[in-house]
């Protein structure tokens, strides 16, 4: 549900909004009156000149400058300096090459190479993969003439590390809802343009999911409501292919499974994001919001696993920086990067919230990981 309180929005973003609801309407017809969630956000999000990550809004920044939400790196260049003491042993045990997934606006790329180097980690390629041309654009221009090029899609190969911050979270995922014994599929249909959510039956993969949830940590409730990340899983699976040798670090928000599906939590953890507000309607203004959904971090873990990665760690943000020396990273009397550090590690803010986990392959018995030293919580996954 979304807040009274929320900004009222210009009549540009309106138009846009307009245009993409009208594409939205039109695929539900397309697909007989009824479109799975899963479809819809992607449309939402992705949609080729009119989604939210592939047209020309702000997205990242300050609500003053019209963004909708601020990263981690964009905090201060003291979390990217702190990464770096995680990824710079970790390309030298693979490959000096880096590979960074939905780069937002180039921060991270351009401070983690310039930490990377006061290291003397040896850096011979950046590549970013970014679906959203409009931040392409803006990644090149904040790392014009560093060493970075852009992918259309991942290598065939790849050796180094692979980085994805806040990417899994912005995955497409599938809603289902618990109900008189049976398990549904939440969609979306029309009532002359206007959207609305629509139960219908699960097909057998999604109550194969539900089932495997419920056998692992017990029956939920009826009238229960969630989500499962299938593109996520699938997501890492694939990279599992791809990278032949090397570390994936994922930096998101999320819980493990026994978390993210507890009874409590019975609405799952669908949000949206609209100039630094938070609310919980993705039919409301779509290509206009951000819509994520928390990472079940198990479901990674397995399936990186099962696709034949080594699960290597697993803690919050917060032990992780705190593990990779954040705090000597702070110049004394630096009032705002202490400030920005404060909500990088700050269990109310983002230090708890997000977490870090590193699968990798081919890294041999005892790969470096300085971020994991201390609170590695792999027992709980």
């Known amino acids: 549900m979304r807040s009274s309180t929320l900004p009222e929005p210009d009549a540009e973003l309106l138009a846009h909004s307009a245009q993409v609801q009208a594409q939205l309407v039109a695929a539900i017809d397309a697909a007989g009156g009824w479109l799975p969630f899963d479809r819809l956000m992607a449309l939402a999000l992705y949609a080729p000149g009119l989604g939210y990550y592939a047209a020309g809004t702000t997205k990242f920044g300050a609500a003053s400058q019209g963004g909708d939400f601020v990263t981690a790196p964009e905090l201060s260049p003291v979390f990217a300096r702190a990464l770096a003491r995680q990824v710079a042993p970790l390309l030298e045990r693979s ?24 290291l003397g980690a040896t850096v011979e390629d950046y590549a970013v993969v970014d679906l959203s041309p409009d931040l392409r654009e803006r990644q090149r221009v904040l790392l014009q003439g560093a060493p970075v090029h852009w992918l259309d899609a991942p290598p065939a190969a790849f050796e180094g590390v692979v980085l994805a911050n806040e990417v899994l979270d912005a995955m497409p995922v599938t809603l289902f809802a618990r109900r008189d014994g049976r398990v549904f599929e939440r969609g979306v249909t029309h009532v002359r343009g206007t959207l609305h959510f629509e139960d219908r039956p699960a097909g057998p993969e999604l109550k194969a999911a539900v089932a495997a949830i419920e056998d692992a940590h017990g029956p939920l409730p009826d009238r229960y409501a969630s989500e499962i990340g299938f593109a996520a899983r699938g997501w890492t699976a694939s990279a599992a292919r791809w990278l032949t040798r090397g570390a994936l670090l994922l930096i998101d928000y999320g819980f493990p499974q026994r978390e993210f599906y507890h009874p409590q939590r019975n609405g799952g953890t669908l949000m949206c994001h609209f100039r630094h507000h938070a609310h919980a309607d993705p039919l409301w203004l779509p290509g206009a919001n951000d819509i994520t959904a928390h990472v079940d971090f198990s479901a990674i873990a397995d399936a990186g696993h099962a696709a034949g990665l080594d699960v290597l760690g697993y803690t919050s943000q917060a032990r992780f ?7 000597g990273l702070v110049p ?31 890294l041999g018995d005892a ?7 201390q609170g590695d919580r792999l027992h709980v996954l």
């Open 332 to 362: 004394p009397g630096d009032a705002r990067t202490a400030a920005a550090a404060q909500t990088l590690l700050s269990e109310a803010e983002m230090g708890e919230l997000f977490k870090v986990l590193l699968l990798g392959k081919g």
């Open 95 to 118: 490959a000096p090459q880096l590979l960074e997934f939905g780069a937002g606006s180039g921060v991270l790329a351009r401070d983690l190479l310039t930490a990377l180097d006061a």
């Open 321 to 327: 920086l705190l593990n990779c020396d954040l705090l």
């Open 367 to 373: 790969p470096p990981l300085p971020g994991f030293a």
